[in-house]
């Protein structure tokens, strides 16, 4: 709730509901997902993000607002999970298309981690890793470095020769690496609000191949948060 560039991004309203109900509503489309839980901050700025939780019916886990490794590992170790799929509030278009596809894909090879983000081909946004709990359990001990423990599996994608890692690469042009389907500032949320605005009254369950094809046809909403660089995580 506290983010720098757009504070409280995760519960903007579009079409009348906050932004990440939106994104749970999609993830509840992913088949091979047991249960899903929102891992939040202590701070008293993010109750309202667990009572958006308690009303949805899913999970809600409250932890250090810095420390997001260890939020998310003991978020996993609450839930019983043995198998993470980590994606991040900000990304209410997240597609259950790609999200089931990278799962399959871990289960289907002896890995450590797989995810779409070590080679981007697939639109910011899209962003979907998974790994085992044991695997975040080993990069805490690991490391004490600030970063890491802000970006959850940094640790892991960066240390190859350690971890056996998978990349699921999207077959798409290459423009759409480029674009910007998360919510990280105010011309990000402006976009995503004219994507929900056009496709779901009429689509609710809209993927990311109609997202594609309606800037297709609109090209000159691409501009709105063209020119929104990405903050370095180191």
């Not at 259950?96 to 596809?101: A, C, E, K, L, V």
């Not at 450590?112 to 697939?122: A, F, K, L, P, V």
């Not at 599996?153 to 759409?176: D, K, Q």
Request: a negative charge; hydrophobic letters at 40%; aromatic letters at 6%.
């Amino acid at each position: 709730m506290r983010s720098e560039r757009l504070p409280g991004k995760v519960l903007l309203p579009i079409l009348g509901r906050p932004n990440l109900e939106l994104m749970i509503e999609r993830l509840r489309r992913v088949p091979s997902i047991d249960a899903i839980v929102i891992a939040t901050a202590y701070h008293s700025s993010c109750d309202p993000i667990a009572d958006l939780a308690e009303r949805l019916g899913v999970g809600c886990y409250r932890g250090s607002e810095n420390d997001v490794l260890d939020r998310v590992r003991k978020a996993a170790r609450w839930a019983g999970a043995d198998l993470i799929v980590e994606t991040t509030g900000d990304c209410p278009l997240i597609d259950p298309q790609t999200t089931g596809r990278i799962i399959d894909t871990f289960l289907s090879h002896e890995v450590d981690y797989c995810s779409n983000i070590i080679e981007r081909t697939y639109p910011r946004g899209m962003d979907v890793q998974v790994f085992p709990l044991s695997v975040l359990e080993e990069v805490a001990r690991s490391t004490t470095d600030p970063a890491d423990h802000e970006h959850v599996s940094l640790y892991i994608y960066e240390h190859p020769a350690r971890f056996r890692l998978m990349n699921v690469a999207s077959g798409l042009g290459s423009e759409a690496a480029t674009l910007r389907l998360t919510v990280d500032t105010p011309e990000d949320f402006r976009l995503v609000r004219r994507v929900y605005e056009e496709l779901y009254p009429r689509m609710p369950d809209f993927g990311l191949t109609d997202i594609l094809a309606f800037l297709e046809r609109r090209p000159e909403l691409r501009e709105i948060n063209r020119g929104v660089q990405q903050k370095k995580v180191r």
